[in-house]
């Protein structure tokens, strides 16, 4: 097997999306995070801020709109805009269908500790199970519907109920190269950033195309949830959606530990994930991550172990070595949840791999025969399954 090329300083490989290496062997992401510790002005960023948040206070019913799961980052932006700001913020909940029971909590403890207002909408299962099921099959991706939801759905009640603030949290610069700290840019979730990220290079129309059939007809107003406003729209209330991790030192770990304390946040297992490492709690709010890490590894030889303790290795946290072994002990575990995503789509092992694997990225080449497995976490047995029989 061919040894992948890594970063000397964070460990993540050579198929990681957007890498890519200086002649120390460092790559772009470390270069990125280098620059936003030690260069950034953001004193001048957070005076931004401000004239951003006097500018659109009292404009409308709520000041702002924040996308909220009840994950860290969005719990996190809720209590600084409101603890900071004293503004009165619209949450806006798209339920991608993978909610686990401690994230059910943690967003009724933050709800009633702050004092907000939550509009929460989930798509009807039939169509997410297609969409599903198509995008997988063409980009090994199956987030689609969540990736669109979650970005389009609270920018379109902005446009319905004219509140032209949406704030999101955590900047693509924290982990690709989309967008860097390097060029000093402010990332907002505008049209071009839906269609180059978020989307997987498929539009909403495109989707219902995709999965529009004579036989088994789609209403094209089933995906009007993941469909973009036009720009008429979102200049028609003169809409700014920003990244609120491009205005304040974003940092994981210093967040969490801050709702932990003031809001009494609980953590909760990620497959595969050891929990020492997971500090900063990540992505334990959808009980389908861990099959999204495997495909991960599958493809790339990489998974969440890995971008975890590349985050801790960039900002001090951890040693090489340490992380080095943590990666090898854990990384691309078989997790639990996949079974329960085979039988969503209604595929074998066998298909599955076949079909992650036509897009396996060079010079990566899975070894099955290595395969390790992840323990069920301790709320396995209440995610949902179609064939009730097997909880």
């Not at 280098?34 to 931004?48: G, N, P, Q, V, Y």
């Not at 603030?165 to 190269?177: R, T």
Request: charged share 30%; net charge negative.
């Amino acid at each position: 097997m061919t040894e992948l090329k890594r970063c000397t300083k964070c460990l993540l490989p050579e198929t990681y999306e957007t890498i890519e290496f200086d002649a120390v062997g460092v790559c772009n992401i470390c270069r990125s995070a280098e620059h936003k510790l030690e260069s950034i002005d953001w004193t001048a960023r957070k005076k931004l801020l401000d004239q951003i948040v006097d500018k659109y206070r009292d404009r409308a019913e709520y000041d702002c709109i924040v996308p909220f799961s009840g994950g860290k980052d969005s719990t996190f932006q809720l209590h600084f805009l409101i603890t900071e700001y004293n503004l009165k913020p619209l949450a806006v909940r798209f339920n991608h269908g993978f909610m686990r029971p401690r994230i059910e909590e943690n967003k009724q403890r933050t709800l009633k500790k702050l004092g907000v207002d939550l509009i929460e909408f989930t798509p009807n299962w039939k169509i997410v199970k297609r969409l599903m099921a198509e995008s997988f099959s063409r980009k090994t991706d199956f987030c689609w519907h969540c990736h669109t939801g979650i970005y389009s759905y609270p920018l379109r009640l902005a446009v319905r109920f004219n509140v032209p603030l949406i704030f999101y949290g955590e900047p693509l610069a924290e982990f690709s190269a989309y967008y860097d700290y390097l060029n000093d840019e402010i990332e907002y979730e505008d049209e071009k950033k839906f269609n180059m990220y978020r989307n997987l290079g498929i539009s909403a129309d495109d989707m219902h195309g995709m999965i529009d059939s004579p036989e088994s007809p789609v209403d094209r107003r089933d995906l009007l949830p993941y469909s973009f406003p036009t720009p008429t729209e979102l200049k028609s209330i003169d809409c700014s959606p920003l990244c609120l991790g491009s205005f304040i030192p974003w940092n994981n770990v210093a967040n969490t530990k801050l709702i932990q304390r003031e809001l009494g946040w609980k953590t909760d297992e990620l497959e595969g994930v050891p929990g020492e490492i997971n500090t900063s709690c990540e992505k334990i709010e959808c009980f389908m991550q861990g099959s999204r890490d495997y495909i991960k590894y599958l493809k790339r030889g990489y998974s969440r172990v890995s971008q975890i303790n590349a985050f801790h290795l960039r900002n001090g946290r951890s040693s090489s070595e340490e992380a080095r072994q943590w990666n090898e002990k854990h990384d691309g575990k078989r997790p639990p949840s996949l079974e329960i995503f085979l039988e969503y789509m209604g595929l074998s092992e066998e298909e599955f791999n076949k079909i992650v694997l036509n897009t396996a990225v060079p010079p990566y080449e899975h070894d099955f025969s290595k395969t390790k497995h992840a323990g069920k976490t301790g709320d396995f047995d209440s995610w949902y399954r179609e064939d009730n029989r097997k909880k």
